[in-house]
Each structure stands twice: as C-alpha cells, then as structure tokens.
C-alpha cells in the first residue's frame, strides 16, 4: 500500500471486497490475521470471549437545571 488509511476506511474496503482484489495487500493481512487469532484461541487465549465486533455504547449526560 503506497499511501495511509484511515480504519474506517480500511474496514469499508474490505466489507465491500475491494481490499481482496485492488489492494490485495489488506486482504493478505486480513487472512494472516485471522489465522493467529484462531491460533491464539486454539492455545487456550481468553480472546475468544470477546465478541466480534465489541459492542459500543454512548452515554449522555442532561443536567436540569433546578432553579426554581
């Protein structure tokens, strides 16, 4: 890969396949990495307890306002 992405970006390419064809080099790292991941697993690593993709929340705070 001769210039820099951003994860978003990354992700939306493989989700879409291009990384597989056009930058067969995402595609490559992709699969080698879900290789140690199993392997990782397959030795007994609590990694796969972790969902995938971990589940993200947002939290908002309202302040009322008691000046009565």
Known sequence: VNYRLAY???????????AYFEEW?????LAEANKRRTYRISCGS????VPLPIPQAELRVVQKDNSE
């Open 46 to 49: 609590t990694e796969g307890f």
């Open 25 to 29: 080099e995402l595609g490559a790292l």
């Open 8 to 18: 978003d970006e990354v992700d939306e390419m493989l989700e879409m396949g291009v």
